[in-house]
């Protein structure tokens, strides 16, 4: 499967893009689809997921409140929507595809399909 983020670039603080994530090659259903993100000089950590079947979701405490992740079925295609950026939220995201069981779904070693990742960068 291949997946391609898109919708990140330069954003004001306090501004609300969404990103995609749209898979080919096969469809999401049966797979958790998450956002990750790397900041300069950090390791990438858990954003959000999402389980296609049921679209249970899940959010790391940093973004709790602020992010939305959600899925159409028809475009196969996971989004995310950041409101409220911050310049902490400054990073490249990724979003990926995998099988994780619920107490690992933040584990990045969970995840065996990876997109090339999208900047976004929050100016203040």
């Known amino acids: 499967v291949q997946l391609q983020a898109s919708g990140g670039g330069l954003v004001q603080a306090g501004a609300s893009p969404r990103l995609s994530c749209a898979a080919s090659?096969?469809?999401?259903?049966?797979?958790?689809v998450a956002w990750f993100r790397q900041a300069p000089g950090k390791e990438r950590e858990f954003v959000a997921a999402?389980?296609?079947?049921?679209?249970?979701?899940f959010y790391a405490d940093s973004v709790k409140g602020r992010f939305t992740i959600s899925r159409d079925n028809a475009e196969n295609t996971v989004y995310l929507q950041m409101n409220s950026l911050k310049p902490e939220d400054t990073a490249v995201y990724y979003c990926?595809?995998?099988?994780?069981?619920?107490?690992?779904?933040?584990?990045?070693?969970?995840?065996?399909?990876w997109g090339q990742g999208t900047l976004v960068t929050v100016s203040s």
């Open positions: 090659g096969r469809t999401f259903s049966g797979y958790v």
């Open positions: 999402i389980k296609w079947s049921g679209s249970t979701t």
């Open positions: 990926a595809v995998g099988r994780p069981i619920t107490s690992a779904i933040q584990s990045r070693a969970m995840y065996y399909y």
